[in-house]
């Protein structure tokens, strides 16, 4: 079962996004309602797609999504700001969806990134 990590600073928007993924039959990685918890829960491990808030309570979630980026996580945003130069340049191959963001749009982005049943490998973080 693929597993997806979420992050939102607004706790009913994550529940809201928590349940919509669980309903589509993934697996939930974590919720986070902060970059570094998101960073500590990620820790060496990588899940099969993110989505990710942009302005995570003030701070913005490009060094989440550089690790992810970097491990080869799927990445789609969910914001209701897609006015970023990351997201025309770094971020440009990533995927995603304003806010308010739908069950029928998530699923799409989630179908298109993931395939269920299949975990693909990641690369791992490695140690220093």
């Known amino acids: 079962m693929q597993r997806i990590m ?28 902060s970059v570094p918890d998101a960073l500590e829960c990620l820790g060496d491990d990588c899940p099969d797609a993110a989505l990710l808030d942009i302005d995570v309570g003030g701070t913005m979630v490009w060094p989440l999504a550089r690790v992810l980026d970097q491990r080869d996580c799927p ?12 997201l025309e340049n770094e971020f440009k191959h990533c995927g995603f969806i304003d806010k308010p963001a739908s069950a029928e749009q998530i699923e799409a982005k989630l179908g298109a990134v993931v395939r ?3 975990t693909a490998p990641r690369v791992a973080a490695s140690r220093a």
Request: with cysteine; net charge negative; proline share 2%.
């Open 75 to 86: 990445i789609i945003f969910v914001s209701a700001n897609k006015a970023h130069p990351e």
């Open 6 to 33: 979420i992050v939102d600073d607004e706790a009913l928007v994550l529940f809201d996004m928590t349940m919509t993924v669980e309903d589509l039959g993934y697996e939930v990685f974590c919720d986070c309602i």
């Open 116 to 118: 269920k049943g299949e």
